[in-house]
T-cell receptor
Framework: RKEVEQDPGPFNVPEGATVAFNCTYS??????FFWYRQDCRKEPKLLMS???SGNEDGRFTAQLNRASQYISLLIRDSKLSDSATYLC?????????????FGTGTRLTIIP | EPEVTQTPSHQVTQMGQEVILRCVPI?????FYWYRQILGQKVEFLVS????????KSEIFDDQFSVERPDGSNFTLKIRSTKLEDSAMYFC?????????FGPGTRLTVT
């Protein structure tokens, strides 16, 4: 089983639609979880941390299910600028000794 | 907003040559990292650095690689004798309380 597994897509979604991404991770001892976005040939940019209680930042909602080792990201009212690759990222180590493990990413294209 | 910076943006080198990639982390961060991304592949962890020493390294980070914080601001990655398979984007990151922030990367091309 891959350490972090994502559907690679591509997801082609009309502007204004809601889109959801899922991710699973293999190491049950993983401590922290994130979603990053990456534009073509650019650096990963932090989108949001993911907490067990779930968290929301504007149009973006992230959920974590530790029992199922599953992370999700929901984007509401999608905009053209949301087109990017979304990276599910897990820290399998202890806090303070972190080595982020990245999924291969899910590519999203928002269609006008 | 403070950000991680990296130089150069693109480095072309011949196989067997030494390269040094430079990073300036966010000023009040204490944890520093290098990652690489081969074209079309996922981002991979190389090494983490804290309190002037390596805290963890991956299998990729063999004896050809080294890191250093030569002064209070720079954080460098040295590859002693580059191989064709070292061609990749190299990202530096630094961490404050929880999240890691990435620099724009150095594209290394080994010919």
């Amino acid at each position: 089983r891959k350490e972090v597994e994502q559907d690679p897509g591509p997801f082609n979604v009309p502007e204004g639609a809601t889109v959801a991404f899922n991710c699973t991770y293999s190491n049950s001892a993983s401590q922290s979880f994130f979603w990053y976005r990456q534009d073509c040939r650019k650096e990963p940019k932090l989108l949001m941390s993911v907490y067990s209680s779930g968290n929301e930042d504007g149009r973006f909602t992230a959920q974590l299910n530790r029992a199922s080792q599953y992370i999700s990201l929901l984007i509401r009212d999608s905009k053209l600028s949301d087109s990017a690759t979304y990276l599910c990222v897990v820290n399998p180590g202890n806090f303070g000794n972190e080595k982020l493990t990245f999924g291969t990413g899910t590519r999203l294209t928002i269609i006008p | 907003e403070p950000e991680v910076t990296q130089t150069p943006s693109h480095q072309v080198t011949q196989m067997g040559q030494e390269v040094i990639l430079r990073c300036v982390p966010i000023s009040n961060h204490l944890y520093f990292y290098w990652y690489r991304q081969i074209l079309g592949q996922k981002v991979e962890f190389l090494v983490s650095f804290y309190n002037n020493e390596i805290s963890e390294k991956s299998e990729i980070f063999d004896d050809q690689f080294s890191v250093e914080r030569p002064d209070g601001s720079n954080f460098t990655l040295k590859i002693r004798s580059t191989k064709l398979e070292d061609s990749a984007m190299y990202f530096c990151a630094s961490r404050g309380r929880r999240e890691q922030y990435f620099g724009p990367g150095t594209r290394l091309t080994v010919t």
